[in-house]
């Protein structure tokens, strides 16, 4: 870079450093300033010491907030990240909540119900909604995830692989809150089931392998009578991808790294294939990147592929090289209402079984773990057993 190019991008990066600032300070005002306004301030005329203090109290948790998120997961402090990370899930629910509270207040004044009995029959109901949700949401997060069987018919599937056992698990996120138990428990459920194949669709972690040895480690115990194998997620690129292929391989698991394998029954065939992440290009991880054409090298095209691509999104790299049935994780489906919304602008499908041509079929896990927020709310955890089917 020239020195005249060095002094032009300071101001640019003075005014991108504004801008994000400015965004900042106007996401802090809304989230919590809703739930002020609604529970604090609005028409509820509490009395000026809980007013005060109340007001106080959201002042120094919006402060705080973004210095936590920073320290946790910028500085890679568990302590500080599991605190940011707990206060973002409660503002979040209290913010929507807060949101859908206006309707209430709409109807209670139009049957004639004043303040300060609206405002504050409208304060409770917020406050009584979203303390049941968070600590529903909190149990849901953070117990072993149920099972979900699901049949999919692959038409191009030989009679020998008929009903073959393909558990999917994906979005562990091993992170700040040590799950080495939670990490046991779902290895216990996965080899009840008696997989065939057990896949692994990415985002196994956030933090890297040293930090996350002990959650991830029981993942060594997972059986399976044909095949472990894995795929990076988006979380891997910011987690030392390819120290967590690595380690995976290290336990046994076939790292998928833009390559495939053959399992075979009773004379019938099934390609098992795996691409990197969409975002793995961009990393700077060297040799990682989303290829398709490497994946598939060499395989016989008149034989069924079940590819492993973390986001719903590579779905169209599916369509175009002829998969059968992609799984894929990444979306959580949605974690906590109503993000789902947010999710569906960014991806094709939220969760389930979906159909993107006449060969390709998709299947999008809502996760086994979860991320950030210790919460998930409509949006249950899964362990999937998917069944394959040949068509009869």
Do not use: C
Request: proline letters at 5%; zero cysteines; aromatic letters at 6%.
């Amino acid at each position: 870079m020239s020195v005249e190019e060095a002094v032009e991008a300071k101001p640019r990066r003075r005014r991108a450093g504004a801008r994000f600032g400015v965004i900042l300070v106007a996401v802090l005002a809304l989230l919590f300033g809703v739930p002020w306004a609604t529970l604090v301030w609005s028409g509820n005329a509490w009395p000026t010491p809980v007013l005060v203090a109340a007001t106080l109290l959201f002042v120094l948790v919006a402060a705080g907030f973004p210095v936590l998120m920073f320290r946790g997961h910028g500085r890679h402090d568990d302590r500080s990240s599991r605190i940011a990370d707990t206060t973002l899930g409660v503002v979040w629910v209290l913010f929507v909540w807060s949101v859908l509270g206006q309707v209430l207040g709409l109807v209670l004044a139009l049957a004639g119900v004043g303040d300060p009995v609206r405002s504050r029959v409208v304060s409770a109901v917020v406050l009584v909604v979203s303390i049941a949700l968070l600590v529903w949401g909190n149990a849901e997060a953070m117990r072993v995830s149920r099972v979900r069987n699901v049949d999919v018919t692959i038409p191009r599937l030989g009679p020998g692989l008929d009903g073959l056992r393909v558990v999917l698990i994906t979005d562990t996120h091993y992170g700040p809150i040590d799950r080495s138990r939670w990490s046991r428990g779902v290895v216990e459920v996965i080899n009840s089931l008696r997989p065939d194949i057990v896949a692994h669709t990415g985002d196994i972690a956030d933090g890297e392998v040293p930090e996350r040895i002990s959650q991830a480690s029981p993942l060594g115990d997972v059986r399976a009578s044909m095949a472990r194998v894995y795929v990076t997620g988006n979380h891997e690129y910011m987690s030392g991808a390819q120290g967590w292929v690595e380690y995976m391989s290290s336990l046994g698991w076939d790292a998928l790294h833009n390559r495939h394998l053959v399992v075979s029954r009773d004379g019938d065939s099934l390609i098992v294939a795996g691409v990197d992440d969409r975002t793995a290009a961009g990393s700077g991880v060297p040799g990682h990147h989303m290829d398709h054409e490497a994946a598939l090298a060499g395989t016989d095209p008149d034989l069924p592929v079940l590819l492993l691509a973390h986001q719903p999104q590579q779905i169209t790299g599916a369509v175009a090289h002829g998969i059968d049935l992609q799984l894929s994780g990444h979306t959580h489906g949605g974690q906590m209402w109503p993000f789902h919304y947010l999710v569906r602008i960014d991806q094709p499908v939220l969760q389930g079984l979906s159909r993107h041509s006449e060969r390709t079929q998709l299947y999008t896990s809502r996760g086994t773990g979860f991320w950030g927020p210790p919460f998930r709310i409509f949006a249950p955890s899964e362990i999937t057993l998917l069944t394959l089917h040949t068509e009869k």
